[in-house]
């Protein structure tokens, strides 16, 4: 079983990646099982399982707290499927935080929730498999930061569209469909759910991943509209 880093707290970004990329091929089905981390609760899927099997590895205690995991960077993990062609493409949309309208209301951009959890992340994607979630290989590690100007201005766009609409109509006018990188929609198994959370949409997460870059972000963001 791997070991702990008991320095997790303050564990330098760089070194994390290092760390995590050596379990490159790893089966995290597998390690959640060494470390008692349930896949699944009630019949349903524990979402976050995997994130808890890379935490527990990095040493971090569990949290739900909106600062970032280790401090001065955040910690995400996201499935990756095979297309038909055998190539890896981001499953599904990204959780980045969750949405509290009077903070977002309180706050510019640079002072929110968002921009703190994306300007310094570390983003792990593993290969889903099927439904029954039997086994996840880890595929790779990556750092982001918000520091290319043009996704740092289309992600500041659209947070302040997202704070225009609840300023105007109230939270629940909020819809996935606003946001061409960033979206907010509601969090959880839905039927009835009322609370938000920030989602990076596919097409950041595979800029993200640097599966695809967003050289033209103009025709990239329209073929996304075309498969979200």
Request: cysteine-free; overall charge neutral.
């Amino acid at each position: 079983m791997p070991h702990f880093f008991i320095t997790a707290q303050s564990l330098n970004r760089h070194e994390a990646v290092r760390r995590i990329n050596l379990l490159a091929g790893k089966d995290l089905h597998a390690m959640a099982d060494d470390y008692k981390i349930p896949v699944w609760k009630n019949g349903r899927e524990n979402k976050g399982w995997a994130g808890l099997v890379i935490e527990r590895y990095l040493g971090l205690p569990q949290n739900s707290r909106q600062a970032p995991d280790f401090g001065d960077w955040e910690l995400k993990v996201v499935p990756l499927r095979k297309d038909a062609e055998g190539n890896l493409r981001v499953k599904e949309s990204m959780a980045i935080t969750m949405l509290e309208p009077a903070e977002v209301l309180a706050n510019k951009f640079e002072d929110s929730h968002l921009y703190d959890k994306l300007r310094s992340m570390v983003v792990v994607s593993r290969v889903w498999e099927s439904k029954e979630e039997q086994h996840s290989m880890l595929h790779a590690a990556a750092e982001f930061d918000l520091d290319d100007p043009k996704v740092h201005d289309q992600v500041k766009a659209d947070y302040e569209t997202i704070r225009s609409q609840i300023r105007a109509h109230g939270i629940d006018s909020v819809t996935g469909d606003l946001g061409k990188l960033v979206q907010a929609r509601t969090k959880g198994p839905g039927h009835g759910s009322t609370s938000r959370a920030f989602y990076a949409r596919p097409v950041f997460v595979a800029h993200i991943l640097n599966l695809q870059k967003l050289a033209s972000m103009p025709r990239v963001l329209a073929d996304e509209a075309t498969t979200i």
